[in-house]
């Protein structure tokens, strides 16, 4: 019966959330020193998709085209709940890393090509002639001086850090869809990117998305104690058998209402669920290489 039960409700929790988890996205942007640049793209949903018709095209320097930042047509499959990288495959000095083209599921093409970014290029990614995702603003005027995009207002690399240039980005767990229309008035960098130390790539090749990953799911591939359930406390505490990436609590019509990040090194958190009326919750916690439990709590 508690599986049964669970079965339903992940049902209920897949059917609402898919609509966002439908397409692929960019899930993380490499902006390292020299040529050490590359793209990762994710597949949140529970089917391969062929790339055909997709493509990458980089918008240069503030610039409405991507007339002189090229484009890279994509080919090979993404498998579902999979991510797939492009890198930059500079034979000149300094040469792309061999060890970050080895992580390479395809390879970009010469000079101009997207991932010969430099921090105020934007990248857009298509299917055929749809926009389904953008990282940046294309036709930035800002951008036709600045470095790339700040972490803090304006945004336009005038105050802040730069995080566009000389970081790693990675989208945040949370992010489920990508971004269709460009960012108006400015694009916000930390709205749905986190950000890594220069020439950071060790993490290419996987994401964590909160996206449902199906029935399958609920076989728990990480002990997971949530308590006390039920609960009529203001908090639940949560107690994991590995490092804790991120905790998500939908109700049973599968909306998000509660996201909590973890710090990648305790296995134990509390959430507060003190605004939550009471029901039935879905808890879904991430872990790393994309592991996944779900479990439910009740709130009295």
Request: with cysteine.
């Amino acid at each position: 019966m508690k599986k049964l039960l669970l079965s339903v409700f992940a049902l209920a929790l897949c059917s609402a959330v898919n609509a966002q988890c439908n397409e692929l996205f960019i899930s993380e942007y490499v902006e390292g020193t020299g040529y050490d640049k590359a793209l990762e793209l994710y597949n949140p949903t529970n089917t391969a998709i062929n790339l055909s018709g997709y493509r990458l095209e980089r918008f240069s320097n503030g610039s409405a085209t991507s007339v002189s930042g090229g484009v890279l047509n994509l080919a090979g499959t993404i498998a579902a709940h999979s991510a797939f990288v492009i890198t930059n495959n500079n034979t000149t000095a300094p040469p792309t890393s061999p060890t970050l083209t080895a992580m390479a599921d395809q390879l970009d093409n010469p000079y101009p090509a997207p991932t010969y970014m430099n921090g105020n290029d934007a990248i857009v990614l298509y299917n055929n002639a749809s926009i389904i995702d953008i990282l940046g603003k294309t036709g930035d005027a800002a951008m036709v001086t600045a470095n790339g995009w700040s972490d803090v207002f304006p945004y336009d690399g005038s105050a802040g850090a730069i995080w566009t240039e000389n970081h790693t980005l990675v989208r945040k767990a949370s992010v489920t869809q990508g971004v269709t229309v460009d960012p108006s008035p400015e694009f916000i960098v930390t709205a749905e990117w986190d950000s890594l130390p220069v020439n950071t790539f060790t993490g290419l090749g996987t994401h964590t998305c909160s996206c449902p990953t199906g029935i399958n799911e609920i076989d728990n591939t990480v002990s997971v104690l949530v308590y006390p359930n039920p609960s009529n406390l203001e908090y639940v505490n949560v107690s994991t058998s590995e490092a804790i990436i991120s905790a998500h609590v939908f109700n049973t019509i599968g909306q998000e209402v509660i996201v909590k990040e973890g710090n990648k090194n305790d296995k134990t958190m509390i959430i507060e669920t003190a605004k939550l009326p009471k029901g039935v919750y879905i808890v879904k916690m991430l872990f790393e290489k994309g592991k996944s439990t779900v479990v439910k709590l009740s709130i009295q």
